[in-house]
C-alpha cells in the first residue's frame, strides 16, 4: 500500500501510529481507515513491537469524518466508505464480535493508547474510545457530532461510552453532541491523564508504554485485555474459569518464572 494519509514509526519497542492530514484536521477518509488498519497489522505482527500508540499531526487528532466526504454522503443519500473489502484485519478471528469496524481493537494482543494531542470528533472520538488508554492534553475539545448531522450514534459509541464513563454521564455526551474539554472528560473518567503541551503528551506516553512494555510480560497483557473485552459479553462465572485455565498454562512458562525471581530478589523483572 502507498501511505498517503498515516506515518509510522517505532521507538522504545512501541509503534507510533500518526493520522496525517493536518490540513485537513486529520479528517477521516476511507483511504485513512484502510491505512490505518494495515498500520495495525503491521504493529500487531511485529515482535519488536510492544505497545501502540495513536496520535495525530499537527494540532488536530482527528476531526471527524471529512466534510467533502460527508457531503458526498449527503448527495447519494446513503453511507459509502470507499473501502475495496480487501482492507487488512487486524484483531479478526478471535470472537465474532470483535470483527467489525472499531471492535477489531479488542482482538489485539498489544494495548492500544491514544494520545490526543487536539480536537477529537466524530468518528476520531470512537478511535479514541476504542483504545485502551487514553491520554490528553488539557483544554482540548471533543464531541460526538453526530446530533448535529441528524445520525445515530457512530461505530458502537452507544455500546463502548456507557462502559467507559457510566450511563448518566454517557448519555449526556451522546444524546447533547456538545463540546466537552479533555479536562471535564477526564473527571467522567474518559481521559486517564492530562498533560500541558503537545511534547509533553507524547513524551510521557512513551514512556508509559515503555515501562508497560519493560515491566509486564506480552503474554499478560496479551490475555489481561482479551479477558477484560471477552468478559464484557460473558458471565462472572466464565471469567473465573477462564482466568483458572490461563493461570495454569501461564505458570509453565519462562515470563512466570522470570516474575517469580525478580519479586524474590525485590528486582524489576526483565521482560
Known amino acids: ?3 498517503r494519509a498515516t506515518e509510522y514509526a517505532v521507538a522504545d519497542r512501541s509503534a507510533i ?3 496525517a492530514r493536518p490540513h485537513r484536521g486529520n479528517a477521516w477518509t476511507g483511504r485513512m481507515h484502510a491505512e490505518y488498519r494495515s498500520r495495525l497489522l503491521e504493529a500487531e505482527n511485529d515482535p519488536n513491537v510492544r505497545t501502540i500508540i495513536v496520535t495525530g499531526k499537527g494540532n488536530a487528532f482527528c476531526v471527524g469524518g471529512d466534510s467533502e466526504a460527508l457531503s458526498g454522503h449527503a448527495d447519494r443519500g446513503s453511507y459509502d466508505d470507499g473501502l475495496s473489502g480487501n482492507e487488512a484485519q487486524p484483531g479478526y478471528g478471535v470472537r465474532p464480535e470483535f470483527d467489525h469496524y472499531f471492535a477489531y ?3 489485539l494482543t498489544k494495548p492500544v493508547i491514544s494520545a490526543i494531542n487536539g480536537p477529537a ?18 483544554g482540548v475539545k471533543l464531541t460526538t457530532a453526530h446530533g448535529k448531522l441528524n445520525l445515530p450514534a457512530e461505530y458502537g ?3 463502548q461510552l456507557p462502559r467507559l464513563i457510566g450511563l448518566t454521564h454517557a448519555m449526556d455526551v451522546l444524546l447533547t453532541s456538545r463540546v466537552v474539554t479533555t479536562d471535564e472528560a477526564a473527571e467522567m473518567g474518559m481521559i486517564n ?11 510521557e506516553t512513551l514512556a508509559f508504554a515503555a515501562n508497560l512494555a519493560s515491566t509486564v510480560s506480552a503474554r499478560s497483557l496479551k490475555e489481561t485485555r ?6 464484557l459479553h460473558h458471565d462472572v462465572a466464565s471469567s473465573v474459569e477462564t482466568s483458572m485455565h490461563l493461570l495454569n498454562e501461564m505458570m509453565g512458562e519462562d515470563d512466570y518464572h522470570k516474575g ?3 519479586l524474590l530478589k525485590k528486582q524489576p523483572p526483565d521482560f
Request: proline share 0%; aromatic share 14%; net charge negative.
Open 157 to 159: 459509541l452507544s455500546w
Open 1 to 3: 500500500m502507498e501511505y
Open 121 to 138: 470528533a466524530g468518528v476520531g472520538l470512537v478511535l479514541a474510545c476504542f483504545t485502551d488508554l487514553r491520554f490528553a492534553r488539557r
Open 260 to 262: 517469580v525471581n525478580a
Open 17 to 19: 501510529i500518526t493520522l
Open 105 to 107: 481493537h479488542f482482538g
Open 226 to 231: 482479551q479477558q477484560v473485552y471477552t468478559d
Open 193 to 203: 491523564k492530562l498533560y500541558d503541551s503537545n511534547e509533553e503528551l507524547l513524551e
